[in-house]
């Protein structure tokens, strides 16, 4: 079982629509959650951290469930620009981390 | 503002040959982490650097070997390359540990071994 868990999608939403995406992590010992951006053949970048009061930037929201295990990720009023890959990444110690497999976005005109 | 910088961007081996990546952190960036990531699918952790010093080890094969330098520079030597190793490498760099810190990503070396 790995140890972060996304549904890969693809989620095809038109444009102003609002989306969720949700990601597991199998060890309750895990510290630090992010979520990733991924444009095709780029390199990941931050989109945000999420803390277990849950935080929001502008038309982002994330969530963090430590009982569950599982963080989301909430986009509002989708934008063409938005249409990426997003990766959850989990940090369960140290150094090391574990993305997700990523979920497709695509939003469409 | 200064990005992490990979070189070189692209590289093309065959089988059993032998490669080196680099990476240059962020100036003031103290740790250095390396991924892999196969076509379609997620960056897999392989090594982190704190210091100079390995601080975090994924699963990077027996024939990979790394080091961080003294001016924070860290190479990948990748020996006895085959097919599967044709991959996108990234090597991301944060000031401090990273999950405290925010981890800042290279824009990868392409490897294509054939």
């Known amino acids: 079982r790995k140890e972060v868990e996304q549904d890969p999608g693809p989620f095809n939403v038109p444009e102003g629509a609002t989306v969720a995406f949700n990601c597991t992590y199998s060890n309750s010992a895990s510290q630090s959650f992010f979520w990733y951006r991924q444009d095709c053949r780029k390199e990941p970048k931050l989109l945000m951290s999420?803390?277990?009061s849950g935080n929001e930037d502008g038309r982002f929201t994330a969530q963090l469930n430590r009982a569950s295990q599982y963080i989301s990720l909430l986009i509002r009023d989708s934008k063409l620009s938005d249409s990426a890959t997003y990766l959850c990444?989990?940090?369960?110690?140290?150094?090391?981390?574990?993305f997700g497999t990523g979920t497709s976005l695509t939003v469409i005109p | 503002a200064a990005g992490v910088i990979q070189s070189p961007r692209h590289l093309i081996k065959e089988k059993r040959e032998t490669a080196t990546l680099k990476c240059y952190p962020i100036p003031r960036h103290d740790t250095v982490y390396w991924y892999q990531q196969g076509p379609g699918q997620d960056p897999q952790f392989l090594i982190s650097f704190y210091e100079k010093m390995q601080s975090d080890k994924g699963s990077i094969p027996d024939r990979f070997s790394a080091q961080q330098f003294s001016d924070y520079h860290s190479e990948l030597n990748m020996s006895s390359l085959e097919l599967g190793d044709s991959a996108l490498y990234f090597c991301a760099s944060s000031r401090g540990l990273a999950r405290l810190e925010t981890q800042y990503f290279g824009p990868g070396t392409r490897l294509l071994v054939l």
């Open positions: 999420v803390y277990s």
């Open positions: 990444v989990v940090n369960e110690r140290g150094n090391q981390f574990y």
